[in-house]
């Protein structure tokens, strides 16, 4: 009998496109962990972030709203701490929350409902990464360049290495101290790796484990004039219309990138098999997701910021053998779901009461092997654009529209590469007129473009104001009492090494 409520081990890649992954049909990449928790787990086939860019992802993933409305529109956003996240219905369900890792969050909160955060951050917490719609040909310095391409390779050691290696070492220190305690919660662990993010660099264990003719190079480039605006934008963003590339540096970035997957996996298979030494795996559901995808060279492009599919879907997977029977689903979902979906199964036998409905969906019809939803929705209003881009992407069909571009409308069961734009073709007139209408219904895209633009100004103000004189830093400086770990004079060595020791010794 699995139990009521269950404990939730979610495991985060970031910039992870599930393209490069086993199980969703990569010929090269080795990650065998993650296919093993595919094997017996439900695999969705088409499941997509909301926002392909690492802050309003993580943001629509944790509150379950689209960016426009929680004000989380880029990486220098502030998340809101009156917005309810699946960390709070968690945890007013009598849960243990916990988040060891990246999570990316701006401004004083850097908690949002997890009851611990093991680590910091490895990214800024405040204002400085604003971009300006208003001044879009000034390129910042934090802007994504090619240095990742064109430097990819080998490394001993790395920000990431040293990241990860860290956020994994105290998440599986905290799995054994649940596993030792006496805290009866069940508990929901997030742990978030930044890993295969770019810059595209990774040990030799890791890069060894591929070599350079397997390596597969992009299916589709695209000359300049047959990139769409937005695309366009994006290689100036980027310097990558000043920057080109050799093929050679092209496979090595992809190499260092599926090492980077192979570490990815091997870090996960740790977690696992500490989750099961722990005697907790049959009660935990463990999920597999990402923020965001990687072009990985696809139409010329690097990195995410578009709704083209190597940035914005995502691999999820949820394991509960002794809940759910291992299937796949084709049906279109997103981050947003997860959270209806973790406060539904945390509630137990009762239902989840929302301050504010979410705009995602429970997972729990498909998990279940019923009819449930095939729809996401999409927002983009970060650096590369120029106005907000909207998706939305039913059965066959996305549409991206945006007031300063044309419009977009791909079929992806017949075209997945995305090379055929359906909106100027008279016969698919009556699919993009209903989908016109839809987003007319659904946004006010002139307010929303104001409101981006007015916090993008009182961000700039404020990031300026906040360097002069005295700085004081929001980022998440982690507590740690040190004489209250291993042996202290305070307690009975022998009660000291009993408590730790695990199992313990009848």
Known sequence: MAAERPNFLILMADQMN??????????????????????????FDAAYCNSPLCA??????????????????????????????????????????????????????????????????????????????????????WYHNMSSVIEAGLCVRSNQLDFDEDVVFSARRKLFEIARGGDGRPFCLVVSLTHPHDPYAITAEYWNRYREDEIDLPRVTLPPDRLDPHSRRLRHVCAMDRTPVTEQQIRNARRAYYGAVSFVDDQFGLLCRSLAEGGLAEETIVIVLADHGDMLGERDLWYKMSFFEGACRIPLIVTAPRRFKPRRVAAAVSLLDLLPTLAELGAGAGEPRYATPPDGRSLLPHL????????????????????????????????????????????????????????????????????????????DLPRLHRDVVESQRRRHLVAAALREGAYRPWDFQPQTDASRQYVRNNLELDDIEAAARFPRVS
């Open 18 to 43: 599930p393209a490069a992954l086993p199980c969703y049909g990569h010929k090269v990449t080795r990650a065998p962990h993650i296919e093993a928790l595919a094997a017996s787990g439900v695999v």
């Open 56 to 141: 309003p992802s993580r943001y629509a993933f944790l509150s379950g709203l689209l960016p426009s409305k929680t004000g989380g529109f880029d990486n220098a956003a502030e998340f809101p701490s009156e917005i309810p996240t699946f960390a709070h219905y968690l945890r007013r369900s009598g849960y243990r929350t916990i988040l060891s890792g990246k999570m990316h969050f701006c401004g004083a909160d850097q908690l949002h409902g997890f009851e611990e955060r093991l680590t910091t951050d490895i990214y800024p917490a405040d204002f400085g990464w604003t971009p300006d719609w208003e001044r879009f040909e000034e390129r910042p310095s």
């Open 368 to 443: 279940e092997g019923r009819e449930g939803h095939d729809e996401v929705i999409g927002e983009y209003l970060a650096e590369g654009a120029v106005a907000p881009i909207v998706m939305i992407r039913r059965g066959p069909y996305k549409f991206i529209h945006s007031p300063a571009d044309p419009d977009q409308l791909y079929d992806l069961a017949s075209g997945p590469d995305e090379l055929r734009n359906l909106a100027g073709e008279e016969s698919a007139r009556p699919v993009l007129e209903a989908f016109r209408r839809e987003v007319a219904a659904r946004w």
